[in-house]
């Protein structure tokens, strides 16, 4: 279910984008994204067709909780961002859309990080991102299995945005501004991707070399 649920994430911001054009255009991007939702294994959004011939849709198509929680946190993260809004009003946000949804807690943090990473437009303005978002993601991710699903996120969204290059650096700032833990970190990188590990290799035997002369001097 998570790798289509990639996808969709992909064509809802482009169907986002087109409902401004106008009220019978926008009425049927939404039906399309809803009808892709219920059939996970389409490569791409069913045209609604006036033909005879059209393939029958259903009458009433059911929206996506995961696709609607995702796009009111980037909706939320975008307009507090704009602003400066006090991050705990973002936080009441998103967990409104959480409860709205009916979204667990893990696929609350895991759509958080993804709009985080997605809403930075270049890897330079991550430190000022974190700086603002990094009080709420320190609070959604206190214990060691939460910071496991922030970390699991980073290494699908690199994979799949080919932004590996960029891990080692994303990992730095949000461990500089505790949103992560050095041993949570380390235990993760054992088991990541092989790019993952070479890209972030500097980092890690930089944190194993602290971490040693922290055991060390104690």
Not at 159 to 180: G, P
Request: charged share 35%.
């Amino acid at each position: 279910a998570r790798r289509w649920w990639r996808k969709i994430s992909d064509h809802y911001k482009a169907v986002v984008s087109t409902q401004s054009t106008g009220g019978e255009e926008m009425e049927r991007a939404e039906f399309n994204r809803k009808w892709y939702v219920r059939h996970p294994d389409c490569s791409e959004f069913d045209e609604i067709s006036d033909s005879s011939d059209s393939t029958p849709v259903p009458s009433d198509p059911e929206p996506d909780s995961d696709v609607g929680f995702y796009g009111e946190v980037c909706d939320s993260f975008k307009a507090g961002y704009a602003i400066q809004k006090d991050i705990d009003n973002v936080l009441i946000e998103v967990n409104a859309s959480k409860h709205a949804y009916n979204i667990s807690v893990a696929d609350q943090l895991m759509h958080s990080t993804r709009a985080l990473l997605e809403l930075c437009p270049e890897i330079k303005e991550f430190p000022k991102y974190v700086k603002y978002f990094g009080p709420m993601f320190m609070k959604l991710a206190k214990d060691r299995d939460s910071q496991m699903v922030i970390l699991d996120e980073i290494e699908t969204w690199a994979l799949e945005k080919s932004r590996v290059a960029d891990t080692q650096k994303i990992l730095h700032i949000l461990y500089n501004e505790d949103v992560l833990e050095e041993s949570n970190i380390l235990e993760w990188a054992d088991s990541a991707d092989d790019d993952i590990q070479t890209s972030i290799d500097k980092f890690i035997v930089w944190l194993k070399e602290a971490e040693e002369e922290s055991s060390e001097s104690d």
